[in-house]
């Protein structure tokens, strides 16, 4: 079993900064892409950054300057540190995972996600 973990969803007011963290464990013998998502209030659910095992990233349009995305693989983590950060940031924030199980395959992981609220 695997399980995806995020932290550092908090409540900031327009312009802060804050650094999302995902840490995945379990049974894991390599990740490849990891991935941020988010869903605000009555939206769909769209995809953030990504970054590849050898760290090649790729950034939506909409949050590109503020945005970047890093991993630690030692560590199984990926963050996400976001910067100037705008009411339409608001939302729950998921981090995604492929890997690849010891004897069993490659498999798909989400985590249960966290919430980011920035409002004055």
């Known amino acids: 079993q695997v399980h995806l973990v995020e932290s550092g969803g908090v409540w900031v007011r327009p312009g802060g900064s804050l650094r999302l963290s995902c840490e995945a464990s379990?049974?894991?013998?390599?990740?490849?892409?990891m991935r941020w998502h988010r869903q605000a209030p009555g939206k769909e659910r769209e995809l953030v950054d990504s970054?590849?095992?050898?760290?090649?990233?790729k950034t939506v349009d909409s949050v590109r300057s503020r945005v970047t995305i890093s991993r630690d693989n030692a560590k199984h983590t990926v963050y996400l540190k976001m910067n100037s950060l705008k009411p339409d940031d608001t939302a729950v924030y998921y981090c995604?995972?492929?890997?690849?199980?010891?004897?069993?395959?490659?498999?798909?992981?989400w985590g249960q996600g966290t919430q980011v609220a920035v409002s004055s």
């Open positions: 970054i590849t095992i050898s760290g090649i990233t």
């Open positions: 995604s995972a492929d890997l690849n199980q010891p004897g069993l395959g490659g498999y798909y992981y």
């Open positions: 379990g049974s894991i013998g390599s990740i490849n892409n």
